[in-house]
Protein backbone atom coordinates (compact mmCIF):
# COMPACT_ATOMS: atom_id res chain seq x y z
CA UNK A 1 0.00 0.00 0.00
CA UNK A 2 1.18 3.82 -0.74
CA UNK A 3 -0.34 6.67 1.32
CA UNK A 4 -0.49 9.85 -0.67
CA UNK A 5 -0.83 13.22 0.58
CA UNK A 6 -1.20 16.23 -1.42
CA UNK A 7 -0.71 20.06 -0.45
CA UNK A 8 -0.38 23.41 -2.08
CA UNK A 9 -3.64 24.52 -3.39
CA UNK A 10 -5.25 27.44 -3.50
CA UNK A 11 -6.59 30.37 -5.19
CA UNK A 12 -4.68 32.59 -7.63
CA UNK A 13 -4.91 34.86 -10.50
CA UNK A 14 -4.37 34.03 -13.90
CA UNK A 15 -0.91 33.97 -14.94
CA UNK A 16 0.09 33.18 -11.03
CA UNK A 17 1.80 30.22 -10.20
CA UNK A 18 1.24 27.39 -7.74
CA UNK A 19 3.28 24.68 -6.38
CA UNK A 20 1.44 21.45 -5.29
CA UNK A 21 3.45 18.91 -3.41
CA UNK A 22 2.28 14.87 -2.73
CA UNK A 23 4.21 13.23 0.07
CA UNK A 24 4.08 9.09 0.06
CA UNK A 25 4.64 6.77 3.00
CA UNK A 26 4.07 3.13 3.03
CA UNK A 27 5.73 1.12 0.34
CA UNK A 28 9.49 2.36 -1.75
CA UNK A 29 8.38 5.81 -3.69
CA UNK A 30 10.97 4.70 -6.09
CA UNK A 31 9.45 1.71 -7.30
CA UNK A 32 6.28 3.84 -8.73
CA UNK A 33 5.66 6.42 -11.77
CA UNK A 34 4.04 9.10 -10.35
CA UNK A 35 1.56 11.34 -11.91
CA UNK A 36 -1.07 14.38 -11.55
CA UNK A 37 -4.86 14.16 -12.61
CA UNK A 38 -7.03 17.21 -12.27
CA UNK A 39 -11.08 16.94 -12.39
CA UNK A 40 -13.07 20.00 -13.05
CA UNK A 41 -16.76 20.12 -11.74
CA UNK A 42 -19.00 17.84 -14.23
CA UNK A 43 -15.77 16.93 -16.00
CA UNK A 44 -13.67 13.54 -16.09
CA UNK A 45 -10.64 13.03 -14.57
CA UNK A 46 -7.92 13.84 -16.67
CA UNK A 47 -4.15 13.29 -16.80
CA UNK A 48 -2.11 16.29 -16.49
CA UNK A 49 2.14 15.22 -15.81
CA UNK A 50 3.49 11.99 -15.52
CA UNK A 51 7.23 11.31 -14.28
CA UNK A 52 9.26 7.75 -14.44
CA UNK A 53 10.15 6.13 -11.07
CA UNK A 54 14.03 7.96 -11.66
CA UNK A 55 12.44 11.11 -13.13
CA UNK A 56 15.10 10.71 -16.20
CA UNK A 57 11.41 11.45 -17.80
CA UNK A 58 8.41 13.29 -18.21
CA UNK A 59 4.92 13.36 -19.93
CA UNK A 60 2.81 15.92 -20.33
CA UNK A 61 -1.00 17.11 -21.54
CA UNK A 62 -0.92 19.33 -24.49
CA UNK A 63 -3.07 21.48 -22.47
CA UNK A 64 0.15 22.37 -19.88
CA UNK A 65 3.41 21.84 -21.81
CA UNK A 66 5.67 24.65 -21.27
CA UNK A 67 3.56 25.92 -18.17
CA UNK A 68 3.60 23.10 -15.89
CA UNK A 69 6.93 20.50 -14.47
CA UNK A 70 6.32 17.70 -12.62
CA UNK A 71 9.79 16.65 -10.54
CA UNK A 72 10.47 14.41 -7.84
CA UNK A 73 12.84 13.69 -4.44
CA UNK A 74 13.12 9.77 -3.74
CA UNK A 75 15.24 11.30 -0.83
CA UNK A 76 12.19 12.93 0.17
CA UNK A 77 9.25 10.24 -1.13
CA UNK A 78 7.87 13.41 -2.68
CA UNK A 79 6.70 14.63 -6.21
CA UNK A 80 6.02 18.47 -7.43
CA UNK A 81 3.83 20.17 -9.71
CA UNK A 82 4.84 23.75 -10.17
CA UNK A 83 2.16 25.37 -12.18
CA UNK A 84 3.22 28.72 -13.92
CA UNK A 85 1.12 31.19 -16.25
CA UNK A 86 -1.98 29.64 -14.89
CA UNK A 87 -5.74 30.39 -16.53
CA UNK A 88 -9.26 29.88 -15.39
CA UNK A 89 -9.40 26.42 -17.22
CA UNK A 90 -6.91 25.50 -14.86
CA UNK A 91 -9.28 25.26 -12.28
CA UNK A 92 -9.70 21.36 -11.02
CA UNK A 93 -9.30 18.93 -7.90
CA UNK A 94 -5.71 18.16 -8.47
CA UNK A 95 -4.69 15.08 -7.64
CA UNK A 96 -1.68 12.88 -7.03
CA UNK A 97 -1.38 9.01 -8.13
CA UNK A 98 1.01 6.03 -7.94
CA UNK A 99 1.59 3.50 -10.04
CA UNK A 100 3.59 0.94 -11.83
CA UNK A 101 5.88 1.54 -14.36
CA UNK A 102 5.77 0.22 -17.76
CA UNK A 103 1.99 1.05 -18.22
CA UNK A 104 0.33 3.40 -19.84
CA UNK A 105 0.94 6.69 -17.96
CA UNK A 106 -1.99 8.79 -19.17
CA UNK A 107 -4.74 6.02 -18.06
CA UNK A 108 -6.69 6.58 -14.63
CA UNK A 109 -6.13 2.29 -14.29
CA UNK A 110 -2.77 2.43 -14.36
CA UNK A 111 -3.00 4.09 -10.97
CA UNK A 112 -3.92 2.00 -7.92
CA UNK A 113 -2.92 4.92 -5.37
CA UNK A 114 -4.38 8.15 -4.70
CA UNK A 115 -4.79 11.16 -2.58
CA UNK A 116 -7.12 13.06 -1.59
CA UNK A 117 -6.94 15.64 -3.85
CA UNK A 118 -6.31 19.36 -3.61
CA UNK A 119 -8.24 22.74 -5.02
CA UNK A 120 -6.73 24.85 -7.51
CA UNK A 121 -8.94 27.87 -8.23
CA UNK A 122 -7.36 30.45 -10.95
CA UNK A 123 -9.66 33.50 -11.43
CA UNK A 124 -9.48 35.77 -14.39
Known amino acids: QVQLVESGGGSVQAGGSLRLSCAAS????????MAWFRQAPGKEREFVVA????????YSADSVKGRFTISRDNAKNTVYLQMNSLKPEDTAVYYC?????????????????WGQGTQVTVSS
Open 51 to 58: VTWSGSST
Open 97 to 113: AAGYPGSIYYFTNTYPY
Open 26 to 33: GRTFSDYT
